[in-house]
């Protein structure tokens, strides 16, 4: 069983920057592919990033560009998400999830945190 728990976001200005962690618990971190999906008020949660198991190969939805920045550190168990140049389209719920592979993550994570906010400010 993996949990995951996210922390940081928060409110930002419009083209800010913030943070969202997510700390996993379990054995199979070292070996997932992890990622963070969103959801925005009235929207269906979409993928945003994700990293494979070894930090190797990154993907990012069109929608954010070069804005965000994916990364992972396996001996903290942590994944992070650092993103720039914030617009009021970007608040959401911000989520963390994790896969047995990249494909997974993207159609089906198999684990998902409770999501921390990020609301930017016009």
């Known amino acids: 069983q993996e949990q995951l728990v996210e922390s940081g976001g928060g409110l930002v200005q419009a083209g800010g920057s913030v943070s969202v962690s997510c700390a996993a618990s379990?054995?199979?971190?070292?070996?997932?592919?992890m990622g963070w999906f969103r959801q925005a008020p009235g929207k269906e949660r979409e993928f945003v990033a994700g990293?494979?198991?070894?930090?190797?190969?990154?993907y990012k939805s069109d929608s954010i560009e070069a804005r965000f920045t994916i990364s992972r550190d396996n001996t903290k168990n942590t994944v992070n998400l650092y993103m720039i140049s914030l617009k009021p389209e970007d608040t959401a719920i911000y989520y963390c999830?994790?896969?047995?592979?990249?494909?997974?993550?993207?159609?089906?994570?198999?684990?998902w945190g409770q999501g921390t906010q990020v609301t930017v400010s016009s």
């Open positions: 379990g054995r199979s971190f070292n070996t997932f592919a």
């Open positions: 999830a994790s896969g047995s592979s990249m494909s997974v993550l993207r159609n089906g994570p198999r684990y």
């Open positions: 990293i494979t198991w070894n930090g190797e190969t990154t």
